[in-house]
């Protein structure tokens, strides 16, 4: 089965819709395109990668779906609409047309509000994604846990999957972090079919980080969502905070070392290629 990179981003900050993004940031704030990353692909033999939206706007995604024309190893598109203006709905049925876009990513990891997802003004949002048939991508913190799995439980049709395994604070260390997160992970594996996305650990540990440091989290979401729902993505170059994409790949291969063959071609690109159909 060919290996897939279920998370990656190409971006050019000149664009100057990354509002997330620090101006004077070495590694971020410069353009990454799809010539940076083919040599680090080739490398680790992926076939394929799904580029997903970085910044909050409908112009990025026809940026991304461009790279994606011109890009053979771009396999999919995950973009953005704006759940806060109903009439996006035509423009996600347009995005929707294009044969590489698979679906959208709200950034409720830097909404204020919590409760955000849970506005009725929001809700046709989550209605379409589910009623044309794309994805949804869950991008949030621990702290929305609860009301990621309200969502996931309200639209049971809507195909999602969590991004970064919900970042779980590993430089925090404290038990009763590892408690609330480890906990609102089994009851979303368990009461949803939503699937995970098993990248970005790196960046939330410290930068002198160990695969004893990532390892319990790890083994949790292998346990609760099981390989058939779990995807490995490289979450590149965002994982550049805290090492080169080689080095997380590696530290991946070796947290699933103790996998059957059959459950590792799920991780490393079976899943991501049901889940996005690609």
């Known amino acids: 089965m060919r290996q897939i ?29 799809p010539s940076d990353l083919a040599p680090e692909l080739a490398a680790h033999g992926i076939a394929g990668t799904v580029l997903v939206q970085a910044a909050p706007s409908v112009h990025e995604t026809e940026y991304m779906l461009g790279i994606a024309d011109a890009t053979p190893h771009v396999l999919a598109v995950v973009g953005w609409v704006d759940f806060e203006r109903p009439a996006d709905r035509g ?46 991508d869950a991008l949030g913190f621990p702290r929305h846990l609860r009301n ?81 729902r779990t995807m490995w993505g490289s979450d590149w170059p965002v994982c550049r905070l805290r090492c080169e994409y080689g080095r997380w790949r590696e530290a991946a291969e070796a947290l699933t070392a103790g996998l059957t063959a059959a459950e590792r071609a799920r991780v490393f690109g079976g899943t991501a290629a049901e889940f996005y159909r690609l």
């Open 5 to 33: 990179d279920a998370h990656q981003h190409y971006w050019h900050p000149g664009r100057g819709d990354y509002g997330w993004m620090p101006k004077d940031d070495p590694v971020l704030a410069r353009p990454y395109g």
């Open 148 to 228: 990621f799995l309200t969502i996931l439980t309200r639209y049971p049709e809507m195909r999602a999957v969590v991004d970064h395994c919900m970042k779980p604070q590993i430089r925090d260390r404290s038990p009763e972090a590892f408690r609330h997160w480890a906990e609102g992970m089994a009851r979303i594996a368990a009461e949803t079919g939503a699937f995970v996305k098993f990248s970005a650990l790196v960046t939330e540990a410290d930068p002198d980080w160990t695969l004893d440091d990532l390892r319990p989290y790890a083994e949790h979401v292998l346990e609760v969502f099981g390989p058939d």
């Open 91 to 136: 423009e996600l049925e347009r995005l929707a047309g294009h044969p590489k876009f698979r679906g959208v990513r709200p950034m409720i990891q830097d909404i204020p509000d919590d409760d955000w997802m849970l506005r009725p003004d929001v809700q046709w949002g989550f209605r379409a994604v589910a009623e044309l048939g794309l994805t949804f």
